[in-house]
T-cell receptor, first 113, second 114 residues
Framework: AQKITQTQPGMFVQEKEAVTLDCTYDTSDPSYGLFWYKQPSSGEMIFLIYQGSYDQQNATEGRYSLNFQKARKSANLVISASQLGDSAMYFCAMSANDYKLSFGAGTTVTVRA | SAVISQKPSRDICQRGTSLTIQCQVDSQVTMMFWYRQQPGQSLTLIATANQGSEATYESGFVIDKFPISRPNLTFSTLTVSNMSPEDSSIYLC???????????FGSGTQLSVL
């Protein structure tokens, strides 16, 4: 069984600053993938970034980077240079080789001008 | 990434009726899944939509309540049957392809049952 934990229900960040969203996971699968999704108030789920368990380097996608610490079982998302449009719910998720996603509870990010 | 169209985007339905949600992808994909997001909650996997065969349901979800079709590699439907207010949720389809690690979602269907 897989478990994803996001301990921050909500966070405030000043525009143009960076914010780190925490995510820890637990799995017995040797091979797995870690995902972050953004869900704005419209309800859609927007793919942000992916990290494979065997990837040596941390994933980056534009202003998003994933701080992957395998020994600590953490996969924190860093959003740099926050923008007002970054205000949304953010979900951490993981999948084993079956492509089924298990989600954390989510973190609400509010960017202040 | 694949373009995923989900219809309807929202609907308000009466108790006891059924609603069919469509998920159309602009390219063939290996994997298609259906998720439910109850108000204020995270996403929960309902089932894997299998092409040409019966869907594989997760614990707590049954075919009579959530029948799923997948006639080909680009299209799937989820029906929410005999609806009650507890079925009010966002329903999302997700697609993935072997050889690509990324999993993408449709825009979601916001369902309210009165």
């Amino acid at each position: 069984a897989q478990k994803i934990t996001q301990t921050q229900p909500g966070m405030f960040v000043q525009e143009k600053e960076a914010v780190t969203l925490d995510c820890t996971y637990d799995t017995s699968d040797p091979s797995y993938g870690l995902f972050w999704y953004k869900q704005p108030s419209s309800g859609e789920m927007i793919f942000l970034i992916y990290q494979g368990s065997y990837d040596q380097q941390n994933a980056t996608e534009g202003r998003y980077s994933l701080n992957f610490q395998k020994a600590r079982k953490s996969a924190n998302l860093v959003i740099s240079a926050s923008q007002l449009g970054d205000s949304a719910m953010y979900f951490c998720a993981m999948s084993a080789n079956d492509y089924k996603l298990s989600f954390g509870a989510g973190t609400t990010v509010t960017v202040r001008a | 990434s694949a373009v995923i169209s989900q219809k309807p985007s929202r609907d308000i339905c009466q108790r006891g009726t059924s609603l069919t949600i469509q998920c159309q992808v602009d390219s063939q994909v290996t994997m298609m899944f259906w998720y439910r997001q109850q108000p204020g909650q995270s996403l929960t996997l309902i089932a894997t939509a299998n092409q040409g065969s019966e869907a594989t349901y997760e614990s707590g979800f049954v075919i009579d309540k959530f029948p799923i079709s997948r006639p080909n590699l680009t299209f799937s439907t989820l029906t929410v049957s005999n609806m009650s207010p507890e079925d009010s949720s966002i329903y999302l389809c997700s697609v993935g392809d072997r050889g690509s690690e990324k999993l993408f979602f449709g825009s979601g269907t916001q369902l309210s049952v009165l």
